[in-house]
Structure formats: structure tokens, C-alpha cells
């Protein structure tokens, strides 16, 4: 399974951006797709899951009401749309792919993207 990312950008506070992330593998909807950030000089974080199956949602608290996830499983993608951007924000999204588990730990994931650049000035 190959990931690729794409929409990051340069924005202002308060704009929207809409990640991308194609991917090039057979059973796309078999897998739980999440996506996750790392900003410079920190760890990896996650910031939101879509399940296999039933496309249940999941979202880290510090985006939750301003981002969502989707996946369209006819064209193998997931799409996060961001809004209400903040400069906390800013970081390399990853977006990536868990054949088994729940997708709740970055354990599960056993495929990842190179990432997009999102950068919010404020």
C-alpha cells in the first residue's frame, strides 16, 4: 500500500484547507485510515480515524468540531477538511492505513504517507 498526501498549503488564521491522501492498494475499505500531524521538535500526533466497515469517526479533542474526515472507498481516499484553522495547527500531516486493530494507537498503522505542510500564520 503506497500513501500520498496532498493540499497542505501556506493560510491565514481562520481559513480552510482540505487535505487529500490517495492511495495505491487493493481493499482500500478494508483498512482504518487515520490521519496524523508532527510539528517540529515534537511527537507524532494523532488527529483523526475513520474506520473500516462502518466509517465510525474519531477525532483528537483539539480538533474536534473544526475537522472531518471522510473517505470515498469507489476512488481509495481519505479526505480530512479542516476549518477554522489555528497556528497550532501547523505541522507535516501524515495521513496512513491500518490493516488490523482498531486504529486507536499509531501502533495499528501499518502503512504511512510522506506527509503535506500545513502552515497557519496568525
Known amino acids: 500500500v503506497q500513501l500520498q498526501a496532498s493540499g497542505g498549503g501556506l493560510v491565514q488564521a481562520g481559513d480552510s484547507l482540505r487535505l487529500s491522501c490517495a492511495s495505491s492498494g487493493r481493499a482500500f475499505s478494508s483498512y482504518t485510515m487515520g490521519w496524523f500531524r508532527q510539528a517540529p521538535g515534537k511527537e507524532r500526533e494523532f488527529v483523526a480515524r475513520?474506520?473500516?466497515?462502518?466509517?465510525?469517526?474519531y477525532y483528537a479533542d483539539s480538533v474536534k468540531g473544526r475537522f472531518f474526515i471522510s473517505r470515498d472507498n469507489a476512488n481509495n481516499t481519505v479526505d480530512l477538511q479542516m476549518n477554522s484553522l489555528k497556528p497550532e495547527d501547523t505541522a507535516l500531516y501524515l495521513c496512513a492505513a491500518a490493516q488490523y486493530g482498531l486504529g486507536s494507537k499509531k501502533l495499528d498503522y501499518n502503512y504511512w504517507g510522506q506527509g503535506t505542510q500545513v502552515t497557519v500564520s496568525s
Open positions: 475513520i474506520s473500516r466497515g462502518t466509517g465510525t469517526t
